[in-house]
């Protein structure tokens, strides 16, 4: 991500600005900010006497706790996870024992896998390869052994006999 966000004194100066009587744009342009950076943080802390920079970094920091960005999972936990991988547990198994989601852990074990790890080849179940058919070539709708209209026979164009009719071979009602 490119943005920054918004730090205290950055909220300090929204304020003073607002006082001065400047808009969301003029002060979006003298920080240089983009203007919904404003707008958004006069929306979300906005309280009841107004906007605050020292409620809005409170409103912050309660909001952050809730991010999911903000709970990482300790290195003890990692390898008390790796461990039990090794010793052919389920991922399941391991979220119980750990306290880490089954989910999080297959998303670690593929990273591994992608960065040239060998930490998928714990896992009890693996995954199957697709295998493609036809070279990825698309077969349905297709007859198999169809000859072209030009082939027929010459007595065919009689119609005759029951199957030299198209409606013949259709099947259904």
Not at 32 to 37: L, M, P
Not at 45 to 59: D, F, H, S, V
Not at 73 to 94: F, G, N, R
Not at 135 to 160: K, N
């Amino acid at each position: 991500m490119t943005y920054q966000h918004l730090s205290q004194t950055e909220r300090y100066q929204i304020y003073i600005l607002m006082k001065d009587g400047k808009t969301q744009t003029q002060i979006a342009k003298l920080m240089d900010r983009h203007k919904s950076t404003i707008s958004r943080e006069l929306a979300r802390n906005t309280g009841g006497k107004g906007y605050r920079p020292r409620q809005a970094c409170l409103l912050t920091q309660e909001r952050s706790l809730g991010s999911r960005n903000a709970t990482q999972i300790a290195a003890t936990d990692w390898s008390k996870a790796v461990d039990c991988l090794l010793d052919k547990w389920s991922p399941v198994q391991i979220a119980n024992q750990v306290g880490i989601s089954h989910e999080t852990i297959y998303r670690h074990v593929y990273a591994d896998k992608a960065a040239g790890g060998s930490l998928y080849q714990q896992l009890r179940c693996q995954k199957k390869r697709k295998k493609r058919y036809a070279s990825g070539r698309e077969r349905r709708g297709q007859i198999i052994g169809r000859r072209p209209i030009s082939e027929r026979p010459v007595h065919i164009e009689t119609r005759a006999q029951v199957g030299h009719w198209e409606g013949d071979t259709i099947i259904g009602a």
